[in-house]
């Protein structure tokens, strides 16, 4: 077995574990390298820098699951967004797309083992990345309100290895980390480069994406390096829509204003996706080292909304469900304007349609969007990160000290839409206002070893967090969320589909809190490991919160160990859900409505129970074995995590017109405006347990070297507890099934003198399905198990150019098709909720240059 053994810096790989809690020990490779050299190195050793405060071990030396993804591993996928790479890679690591999603269709959730993005711990280079900005209000039930970093504005390009514990780490990392962690290294060459072309589209001659990336390494003298990556994207939007029986039955009366089809559902437009990665490092002598890392990136995106039908819309065109038309009155009184049936073919072929137009005190929206309309949701994400700190040795200490800021801003806008309250005077594009997170974070960490007793060696490490994190909502134009003259006359108020920040939603929160830490670890016995981390934290919000954390590895055998872990955790509420404000249109039984998300102690909220947040608070325990013998590697390791008092968005709860005397009094305004609320809850308390298996194995098979991978992953959830009041069992079975329980990938990796395949088929379990967050019967099933097949082939044509073709989903597997009833109600083919692309199958071609 390794002994513990000081680094240069008299690190001892001990101490790993602890942090390496974090990280999770199982390998993931998932493709075998081209260059034979590379791939023999691969399988020597695979060394993780996360989960521990001490030196880099090996991963099968680990007492907890770590998956270690190479940077050439990342690279063989026809997708170049690092969510799409992860999700191959990892067992229990899922995502979906997201449609119609508002801010959540500009960044998409993740989720590790089970539970939302936001109880997954991100780090680039060991340092904490900040949150992004966006917060999920619909995200595919599991993330249903998370807010978790933005991991897509990271390229394959600039990493070294992504590094992903699958372990719960919060007494060692502090708040988000329940799920795990995941730490994305950057390159450090101080030479060489590559150049790299990628394009590609779905089968169906849409959805074209571009992207453009390279890398260069630069000596900073001969005692550093500065490491630059880059990379531009686009796409073009995806439309897998039919036109809505709706929209169809008024063109073929007559209204030719009706677009076909009326409503898209497919990806959004990505425009000027551009991020530049830097990472440097300088040695002032043998015992202190300089470090400085950072981004710049940003993105423009444009989706769909739902369609807007000019008959029945509701506050827009009708006030009773499309039997008469909304009629305005310039002069206040719209008993002058008479009666316009709304409950006929085409109204605007109605006389008493006419008669209304020709009345200049009378109007109504349809003399503006004559055929209803589409809104279109726009974003702008702009990010940026810088870390700097020393790192060294000082006496018997090895120290890191370090700071760093992180922001995240979404700019959004609507176009094509309108503020009925405004009259004909509206305008149809606004903007609608902007989130920003920023967050700054201080760290000073400190290890040695000590000896107690007649145990030597035994790692200590100790250190203290500074964390403050700000949430701000940026005020949008006055015409995105004014009351208009006619508000009072039943017109909705604002931008129709996403409302703009006003004033009273407009402003800046913030909060800090320190986190102090220590862990122990040594090995008791040469085959017994143990270790031990403690961490307390104050926050300036809602108190503080004490964690541990015990970990074990036991080595029977010079092929076999164990290893077992049980700890607490935490996830402090982010300060953006407890203040955000926002306008959120969904489907409830198949009808479109328009509902309020309010801050917990809102007065509307308040009013239909929003408390103050109280941070979640988790148990785990896992137990699992690592297997190697000659060329097979095999870790199984199972899990149980118990989240208590989870944050989650609450379900729709509709305003009742009882209400609205009362709603009033506690100084809501137009209450009667307002559909439905929803807001942030502590509400559920569910139990997620699991199983991942990771083998790879390799050998010597048609003439050339073979690699076979496979990540096999069970993951079940079950609600123990919630409060029916803000919460329906729609609800709840999104969360327990929602996801796959079974999700399994296997890949073989082939490769000779210069050519080289990658074959991967990808499994994916039953799942509940859900189109447009229904979760009604009209809206839901119980989707059918799939399996996909990804393949790429490459050539090198020089020593340093190759040249790479490949598809996604080569045989086209289809996506699960809606039922009888809902298959293109509201214009769509397939759940939207499913685990794969329901885009189908997506073929590209990439050329890579190296220097």
């Known amino acids: 077995m390794m002994q513990s053994k000081k680094s240069k810096f008299g690190i001892s790989s001990l101490s790993l574990a602890i942090s390496f809690a974090l990280a999770g020990s199982v390998i993931s490779t998932q493709a075998f390298a081209a260059d034979e050299e590379v791939a023999k190195a691969e399988n020597v050793e695979k060394i993780a820098v996360l989960g521990s405060r001490a030196a880099p071990r090996s991963i099968g030396d680990s007492p907890v699951p770590i998956d270690i993804i190479s940077s050439d591993d990342l690279k063989k996928n026809g997708s170049t967004d690092m969510i799409d790479m992860l999700v191959t890679s990892v067992p229990s690591f899922n ?59 990271i390229p394959g390009v600039a990493l070294k290895q992504v590094e992903v514990l699958r372990d719960g780490a919060a007494a060692q990392y502090g708040s988000d980390a329940i799920a795990g962690v995941m730490n994305f290294v950057l390159k450090d060459a101080s030479e060489g480069g590559s150049i790299t072309v990628s394009q590609g589209e779905y089968y169906e001659g849409d959805g074209a994406a571009t992207t453009i990336d390279g890398n260069i390494g630069l000596p900073l003298t001969d005692d550093g390096f500065v490491n630059i990556s880059a990379q531009y994207k686009t796409a073009d939007a995806t439309s897998r829509s039919v036109q809505r029986p709706d929209a169809a039955a008024i063109a073929d009366a007559g209204n030719t204003s009706i677009q076909n089809p009326a409503q898209t559902w497919g990806n959004p437009e990505i425009n000027d996706d551009f991020t530049v990665f830097v990472n440097s490092g300088f040695d002032i002598n043998d015992n202190t080292h300089l470090y400085a890392f950072g981004n710049v990136s940003s993105r423009e995106a444009t989706g769909g909304f739902y369609y807007r039908n000019p008959h029945n819309r509701g506050n827009v065109y009708s006030v009773d469900g499309g039997q008469t038309l909304l009629v305005g009155a310039v002069n206040g009184d719209q008993s002058t304007c008479g009666v316009v049936p709304a409950n006929v073919p085409n109204v605007l072929d109605t006389p008493e349609y006419a008669a209304m137009v020709a009345d200049p005190n009378c109007f109504s929206m349809n003399q503006i969007r004559p055929g209803g309309y589409t809104p279109q949701f726009t974003g702008k994400i702009e990010d940026m990160s810088f870390f700097a700190g020393v790192k060294g040795e000082l006496g ?119 986190g102090v830490y ?29 964690n541990y954390k015990l970990t074990a590895q036991y080595v029977a055998t010079d092929e076999l160990s164990f290893r077992a872990s049980h700890s607490t955790g935490f996830r402090a509420p982010t300060v953006g859900q407890e203040n955000v404000v926002n306008t959120q249109t969904s489907i409830v039984n198949g009808d479109l409505i328009q509902t309020f998300i309010a801050p917990p102690t809102n007065p509307l909220a308040a009013f239909y129970g929003g408390e103050v947040l109280n941070p979640e608070e988790s148990v785990s325990f896992a137990a699992g074995f690592v297997y190697q013998y000659d060329n097979l590697f095999l870790t199984v390791d199972y899990y149980n995590i118990e989240v208590t008092g989870r944050i989650a968005q609450s379900s729709q709860i509709s305003v009742e017109a009882s209400d609205y005397d009362a709603l009033r009094a506690a100084g809501v305004e137009f209450p009667e405006l307002i559909s439905a609320v929803t807001f942030y809850t502590n509400d559920f308390d569910t139990t997620t347990q699991g199983v991942d298996v990771v083998a790879s194995y390799t050998t010597e098979m048609l003439s050339g070297d073979a690699k076979f991978s496979l990540a096999y992953g069970w993951t079940d959830t079950s609600v123990d507890k919630y409060d029916p009041e803000t919460t329906d069992a729609g609800k709840v079975r999104r969360l327990e099934d929602g996801i796959p329980a079974h999700r399994a990938t296997l890949t073989w990796g082939q490769s000779w003198d210069d050519l080289s395949m990658s074959v991967r088929g990808n499994m994916f379990g039953e799942y509940y399905a859900t189109h447009a967050d229904d979760t009604s019967d009209w809206g839901s099933e119980v989707a059918d198990a799939a399996v996909t097949i990804d393949l790429e082939v490459s050539y090198a044509v020089l020593d340093n150019l190759t040249v790479s073709v490949g598809a996604n989903n080569i045989f086209d597997q289809e996506a699960q098709k809606l039922k009888d009833g809902t298959l293109g109600e509201l214009g769509a083919v397939y759940y939207e909720s499913g685990p794969f692309d329901y885009n189908g199958g997506f073929y590209y071609g990439r050329v890579n240059y190296r220097f």
Do not use: C
């Open 518 to 546: 220590t862990d122990i670890e040594a090995y008791l016995t040469e085959d017994f490991l143990l270790g031990f981390a403690l961490r307390y934290e104050d926050f300036s919000t809602f108190g503080d919160t004490l």
């Open 95 to 153: 995502s979906r797309a997201q449609p119609i999603s508002d801010a959540a269709t500009l960044v998409r959730p993740v989720n590790l083992r089970g539970l939302p993005s936001d109880s997954t711990l991100i780090l680039v280079n060991g340092k904490r990345r900040h949150r992004a900005s966006v917060i999920a209000f619909q995200g595919g039930g599991i993330n249903d309100g998370a807010q978790g970093p933005d991991i897509s504005v």
């Open 396 to 514: 018997e200490w090895m120290y890191d000290v370090s700071g760093g800021t992180g922001s995240n801003k979404a700019s959004f806008g609507l176009k094509n839409s309108l503020n009925p309250s405004m009259g004909l005077a509206t305008p149809t594009d606004f903007d609608t206002g902007s989130y920003e997170q920023v967050e700054t974070t201080f760290n000073a960490d400190f290890n040695r070893f000590v000896t107690i007793g007649g145990i030597e060696d035994i790692s200590f490490a100790t250190g203290v967090e500074w964390r403050e994190e700000s949430f701000e909502i940026g005020q949008g134009d006055e015409a995105s969320w004014i009351a208009g003259p006619y508000a009072d006359q039943g017109f909705n108020i604002g931008s129709h589909g996403f409302k703009g920040f006003g004033p009273e939603s407009a402003g800046k929160n913030d909060r800090s809190n320190l």
